[in-house]
């Protein structure tokens, strides 16, 4: 056992049909360390975490906890052990309350004491500052709330090693700081954190060692003092990376014709989301994009183009012409498509392959009663799976096996596929690595120089800035401002989402 150590893995193997995921991984956690698993998508990080907490039985390695060889089959033994998770994807049931939902499967006998769980409950939710009461029902908290829920539930198990993957994907920046503030409180008791994230400032910010994983390998364990942000990326990829402020200038801007076009116009649009009616319009070939704080109404804006919320005022011009968008069938045969921010609800689905999922939007345009052939939904599947990089064995493969990522490349061939004029991607890069990332915004760029008209939605402002020449700035559900040219800094950003000048 190395000094400090809390946990030790050795030679971690795992194997799926025609895919090595992990391939003799070694990983070493120390007591009272916040230590990140870093890697790109598909290079065995969940795969990882699911063999140290049972969900996957490991075929070959060996695990160590404070010095003692144990063995995990089961989310059961890992907690009985000590190993507490949180996962990217929340695991808890929105129709049970908030105590519910923190003490289920640890409570003894067939009665519990409510009024003591709910006690209990609220004092844990008090001292992590939850904006949470123990007897509301979880599914009427926000998806931020819901998050900090399954931590204090994680927390509350006493544990001695606590995995967060991708906790900090659906929080705003105050609750990423307390986030951040409970962490810190852990290692300070001496819990082992492993923290695995695709936020490059999160990592420098709060963890100690960096471990990194590329295509199921272990590249290296780093001190993270010893390893400049660059050289991080440089690892995760396998090659170097280019300055990512220089994306934008690799593609040029579209000036063909219908340059000056406008493709789509919303006046006073608003749905029962509870948006204030706006006004939108985009050119052709142009990149724009809808920024503002978590809950601003950033996604709400989108879904009402796309006809996926209730439309109750407002008009939509296509080229010029009023339409009628009610519904997502009719907005998909006006030439738009929307790339949803929750891929596991409103993207995948998961128990098809992923052959079916990309072709899935076109048969619906098409009709279910005129399905394609075999050979057509093949040469569809070949073409974007190559086209996007995609990894997967096979287009057979179910696209709940696929890494995060892939199965986000997947959601975006399937809305190419119908060669959309209008193209809405709403958090494309939310938890993918930054490989991904990178492809993903050449890609976007590339398409709009050859003349198609992409609204760009991301949490990450630097991301915007790279890919948009035109931001729309929302605030409590209404629009507070429009930023192009000069405008679209960092600093006007925020000023505008904070209701100053910018000066």
């Given amino acids: 056992m190395s000094e400090g150590a809390i946990l030790e ?6 194997f799926f049909p025609g895919v090595r995921a992990l391939d003799g991984v070694d990983f070493t956690l120390c007591k009272g360390d916040i230590h990140a698993l870093m890697g790109e998508n598909g290079a065995g990080k969940s795969t990882l975490i699911k063999v140290l907490t049972g ?10 906890l404070e010095g ?20 990217q994807e929340i695991t808890l ?6 105590a519910e939902n923190m003490y289920i499967g640890r409570t003894k006998g067939a009665l519990m004491n409510w009024k003591k769980m709910n006690t209990e409950a609220n004092k844990l939710l008090q001292g992590l500052d939850i904006p949470a009461k123990a007897n509301q029902q979880l599914g009427s908290c926000s998806i931020a709330v819901q998050q900090m829920v399954a931590i204090a539930r994680a927390v509350d198990m006493d544990c001695k090693v606590l995995i967060l993957d991708e906790p900090t994907s659906s929080l705003d920046e105050n609750e990423v700081e307390k986030l951040f503030k409970l962490m810190r409180d852990l290692k300070a008791k001496g819990v082992g954190i492993i923290f695995v994230t695709h936020f490059l400032d999160q990592v420098y910010e709060v963890c100690d060692k960096i471990t990194v994983l590329r295509d199921g390998k272990l590249v290296g364990e780093y001190v993270i003092e010893d390893l400049p942000r660059v050289q991080l990326v440089s690892k995760m990829l396998g090659k170097d990376l280019d300055d990512m402020s220089d994306i934008k200038s690799e593609s040029d801007v579209y000036n063909g014709e219908g340059s000056d076009q406008n493709v789509i116009e919303c006046e006073g649009l608003c749905s029962n989301a509870g948006i204030k009616p706006f006004d939108f319009y985009i050119k052709k070939g142009e990149v724009n994009g809808f920024t503002g704080l978590l809950g601003s109404g950033r996604s709400e804006c989108v879904r ?15 080229n010029g012409k009023e339409v009628k968008i009610s519904k997502p069938i009719q907005a998909m045969k006006q030439g738009i498509a929307y790339l949803p921010e929750d891929r596991k609800i409103d993207g995948i689905v998961a128990d098809l392959s992923v052959r079916e999922n990309i072709i899935l939007a076109l048969q619906v345009m098409k009709g279910f009663f005129k399905p ?10 070949d073409e974007y799976i190559k086209l996007l990089s995609i990894k ?14 892939n199965q986000q490349k997947c959601i975006l061939a399937r809305w190419l596929l119908t060669h959309p004029e209008y193209l809405i991607l709403d958090e494309p890069t939310r938890g993918i690595d930054v490989g991904t990332k990178i492809d993903i915004q050449k890609l976007v760029l590339k398409l709009a120089s050859e003349g198609m008209s992409i609204t760009f939605i991301s949490s990450e402002t630097d991301e915007m800035l790279r890919t948009c020449s035109r931001l729309v700035v929302m605030r409590d559900r209404k629009v507070v401002g429009e930023l192009s040219g000069d405008e679209l800094t960092q600093n006007m950003i925020m000023n505008t989402i904070a209701g100053g000048d910018g000066n």
């Fill in 372 to 381: 394609f052939t075999k050979a057509q939904a093949n040469k569809f599947a």
């Fill in 68 to 87: 003692k060889v144990v063995s995990i089959r089961s989310p059961q033994d890992a907690q009985n052990v000590g190993i507490s998770t949180v996962y």
């Fill in 9 to 14: 893995m050795r030679g971690i193997c795992k």
């Fill in 93 to 98: 049931c929105p129709n049970l309350t908030v």
């Fill in 392 to 405: 997967t064995a096979s287009a057979d493969t179910p696209i709940k096996s696929l890494s995060g990522g």
């Fill in 55 to 64: 969900v996957y039985p490991k075929d070959a390695g060996e695990i160590t």
């Fill in 304 to 318: 009402a183009i796309f006809g996926a919320d209730h439309i109750i005022a407002g008009k939509v011009r296509k």
